[in-house]
């Protein structure tokens, strides 16, 4: 079967006889493709392809014979997804998904038909590489070209000259990607986002947005409000021996800064994603990221990397931090840090300071040991027009969890420490928390609906296994409901994170049903090694796939994706089915 998406037929074959034939046989070979039974034994190390090689940089709108049933008339905008496209760097390995390069792939929706387009992020480790044919700067999660004993060497001769180690680490931007006021950003939370043209993805450059991510970075997932039309983004900046700096940014439509919130909170040493009510912020203080002097002195002599130093600490605080918005106490919180929590003196200095934040409105509430990495929403419950309680879903892993991936299927040790949906419930008058566990599926990448951040939702959709004994890979789709009536779509390979795509856009911050819309996701067949993106009926996701828009090579796992409503591709592109793109993998 011919790898594009039409065959080129010569003219001498062209009659009338033999031209319906080979369309017929085109069709054939387009459309049929195998859908497996869902329940079937998947070998594992076919499910690893999905993270090997290098992705192809293509544009091309797809054929309607490489979609089965038919995309929704309404579904039109675009959507957005990030994630790494490569698995070496000029020879070496990648140890973990998460220091490879960020692809960021376009579906974009208009008329009923679609059109795809993927594109490297041309950040600066991968443009220079490029040039010296070579691995430059090393990987966060442990990827390095050089031996230990350099890097040992190094650190030496600096201390002994009293000279600065300074480490390249790269910034693959390549965990999230979405667009607002003009701009697509795709980003990696240890570093600053990259611009790119939001109809040829043709990297821009890094963004400050207007010089203000002065820390250098900005993480990877952001909020929407709806009540004021604002967007909400996070950089934090952990320290050696001082607090760490979160800085919390609110823009309009023009990217126009409105309000910036700075504080100084010690232990909060990691934050991947946070939520919103009207009236505060909400993060996770992770006991699972731990800032020591012999810690730092491993990862600068090459014996560890930051990532894989990420595991459970029990002598670190599990806390949730709830922010005001808009306070008005000083814009800088400075806080000295007790020495540990265990020690007498420390607890009596530590609820010193926890008093301090309270009177600055800054609430630390203890919570059960786990790490967050992603939250669903929140919201707020009142008493006589005064807020007591904050309610939000996240997904939590326990205290076994580490960054080192089972069988390599996952990113981390999903196997031995599944991630669950939990619920809890902050009381801000008594200062405890309540933690409830209200699904029992392997789960990752929970999503709510987002335009109505900070306010109650009662669905969230989750990339899941939900299968007994088989915590990974994650082959379902589950649709969490408060009230009851959980939904799971059992597919046909390997799932990615789902995206709801509300059926009026923005104004589905206030029209329609909250699961008035299509769910959008990434399905990987390892059996043929070929990629599909299947598009569901957001209220029963339980019948399966509206349309398969189906790919003729495998794209890699992706992490995380957005939908805008606008539509970047341009109608006097050529709607031709073969691969259009001449872009190089590489520079």
């Not at 054929?63 to 309404?74: F, H, L, Q, Y």
């Not at 709806?226 to 909400?232: A, I, Q, V």
């Not at 801000?428 to 990752?444: F, M, N, P, V």
Request: glycine residues 6%; neutral net charge; proline residues 6%.
């Amino acid at each position: 079967v011919s790898t594009q998406s039409t065959w080129d037929i010569p003219s001498n074959l062209s009659s009338a006889f033999i031209l319906p034939v080979v369309r017929k046989l085109q069709q054939m070979s387009s459309t049929s493709r195998i859908i497996y039974d869902p329940f079937r034994s998947i070998p594992i190390d076919k499910c690893v392809k999905g993270w090997i090689g290098e992705a192809q940089e293509l544009a091309y709108w797809i054929p309607s014979c490489d979609i089965e049933g038919e995309i929704p008339k309404e579904l039109v905008g675009t959507f957005f997804r990030n994630g790494p496209g490569i698995s070496e760097i000029y020879g070496t390995q990648l140890v973990h998904p998460i220091d490879g390069d960020g692809l960021v792939c376009a579906l974009s929706f208009t008329e009923g038909k679609v059109h795809f387009r993927s594109r490297f992020v041309q950040q600066k480790a991968r443009v220079e590489e490029a040039r010296a044919r070579k691995m430059l700067y090393r990987g966060e999660m442990g990827t390095h070209d050089r031996h230990w004993t350099i890097d040992t060497l190094d650190t030496i001769k600096s201390m002994v000259v009293g000279g600065r180690v300074n480490i390249a680490y790269r910034n693959p931007s390549n965990t999230n990607v979405f667009y607002w006021g003009g701009k697509v950003l795709s980003m990696f939370e240890t570093g600053l986002p990259h611009n790119l043209d939001p109809a040829t993805l043709e990297t821009l450059g890094p963004d400050t947005l207007n010089g203000v991510l002065r820390e250098g970075k900005m993480a990877a997932h952001f909020r929407y409000d709806p009540e004021t039309d604002h967007l909400f983004t996070m950089s934090l900046k952990p320290a050696l021996n001082k607090p760490a700096t979160v800085s919390i940014h609110e823009w309009d439509r023009n990217w126009k800064l409105v309000h910036q919130q700075k504080h100084y909170i010690p232990w909060l040493n990691y934050s991947h994603d946070f939520v919103l009510t009207p009236n505060y912020f909400v993060f996770h203080m992770t006991p699972f990221v731990k800032i020591t002097k012999a810690n730092v002195m491993k990862i600068m002599m090459g014996l560890d990397s930051p990532g894989n130093q990420m595991k459970y600490y029990p002598d670190m605080p599990s806390r949730m931090v709830v922010i005001p918005r808009l306070n008005k106490i000083s814009p800088s919180i400075s806080m000295s840090i007790p020495s540990k929590d265990n020690d007498n003196q420390s607890k009596i200095q530590t609820q010193k300071k926890r008093e301090k934040w309270e009177e600055e409105g800054i609430v630390m509430i203890d919570c059960v040991p786990c790490h967050i990495y992603h939250f669903a929403n929140a919201s707020e419950v009142k008493e006589s027009d005064t807020v007591n309680k904050i309610v939000f879903t996240a997904v939590c892993l326990g205290t076994k969890f580490n960054m080192q991936p089972t069988d390599h299927i996952f990113l981390s040790n999903a196997k031995e420490a599944p991630g669950m949906l939990y619920r809890f419930t902050l009381d801000l008058k008594t200062k405890k928390s309540q933690r409830d566990h209200i699904d029992t599926a392997s789960s990752e990448f929970p999503i709510s609906h987002p335009y109505r951040h900070g306010k109650y939702c009662r669905y969230v959709w989750m990339m899941a296994s939900d299968r007994k004994n088989e915590p990974a890979p994650f082959r379902d789709l589950v649709r969490f409901d408060e009230e009851g009536k959980r939904q799971v779509w059992n597919s046909h390979g390997v799932v990615g994170e789902p995206v709801f795509v509300p059926r009026y856009g923005f104004h589905s911050a206030t029209q329609g049903d909250e699961d008035d819309g299509w769910i959008i996701a990434q399905v990987y067949h390892p059996e043929t090694d070929l990629t599909d993106f299947v598009v569901l009926d957001a209220k029963d996701i339980s019948k399966g796939p509206l349309c398969r828009i189906q790919l003729k090579y495998r794209l890699n796992y992706g992490f995380h994706g957005t939908f805008t409503p606008s539509v970047f591709v341009k109608q006097d592109w050529p709607h031709q089915s073969i691969y259009a793109s001449s872009l190089p993998s590489r520079l």
